[in-house]
């Protein structure tokens, strides 16, 4: 199983203002998700971070809001752009899939004031 | 959107008594995988059944799946106060995973 350190694990931040999330994993892994969790809810799919390519975003998120980076095959970033209060959410990222286990990293908790 | 219903939303049950969960998805899977997660923190992984697979257990977790009906099932069996979280289903459809509504389970001591 793969072990999963996130960055920073807690923020609070003004609304307006950037915030870069930092996943880093133990072992060379070709997929890596990025999820949100708002409050109360379920997990929310962002994006695929794709190494060497632009991340692959689903419906409802851009990049321009969600800048990822993926320099190689155990790092990955997630920056939350102009935040706004909406944006008070837990992050994620999972490494895994095509057909195995998805193993999550343990969440940044993030407050918009 | 891919992502999938579980009922119920809330399950209260006294310790010793068997839990049951439900999550119904929308399209054709690869596989899914049931996680728990304690109040707001990360995510454990428990079970993955794949799409060729009707049955699976590990300890008092067993799971089902009906790919006709796009459906799968958790039982807890004997539970634990300690069982008290949430839980999730989440379906892998073309390597992205999509995970279910959640059914929050409170066990009473």
């Known amino acids: 199983s793969a072990v999963i350190s996130q960055k920073p694990s807690r923020d609070i931040c003004q609304r307006g203002t950037s915030l870069t999330i930092q996943c880093q994993v133990d072992?060379?892994?070709?997929?890596m998700f990025w999820y949100r969790q708002q409050p109360g809810q379920s997990l929310t799919l962002i994006a695929t971070?794709?190494?060497?390519?632009?991340?692959?975003?689903e419906s409802g998120f851009v990049i321009d809001k969600f800048p990822i980076s993926r320099p190689n095959l155990t790092f990955s970033t997630l920056t939350v752009s102009n935040m706004s209060p909406e944006d008070s959410s837990i992050y994620l990222c999972?490494?895994?899939?095509?057909?195995?286990?998805?193993?999550f990293g343990p969440g940044t908790r993030l407050l918009v004031l | 959107s891919q992502q999938g219903e579980e009922d119920p939303q809330a399950l209260s049950i006294q310790e010793g008594e068997n839990a049951t969960m439900n999550c119904s998805y929308k399209?054709?899977?690869?596989?899914l995988q049931w996680y728990r997660q304690n109040s707001g923190r990360g995510l454990v992984h428990l079970i993955l059944i794949r799409s060729n697979e009707r049955e699976k257990h590990s300890g008092r977790l067993r799971v089902t799946l009906d790919t006709s009906k796009k459906s799968s099932s958790l039982l807890i069996t004997a539970s634990r106060a300690a069982d008290t979280a949430s839980y999730f289903c989440a379906t892998e459809y073309f390597n992205k995973f999509y995970f279910g509504s959640g059914t929050k389970l409170n066990v009473k001591p």
């Open positions: 072992s060379q892994v070709t997929m």
């Open positions: 971070a794709n190494q060497g390519s632009e991340a692959t975003y």
């Open positions: 399209t054709s899977i690869n596989n």
């Open positions: 999972s490494v895994g899939g095509g057909g195995e286990t998805q193993y």
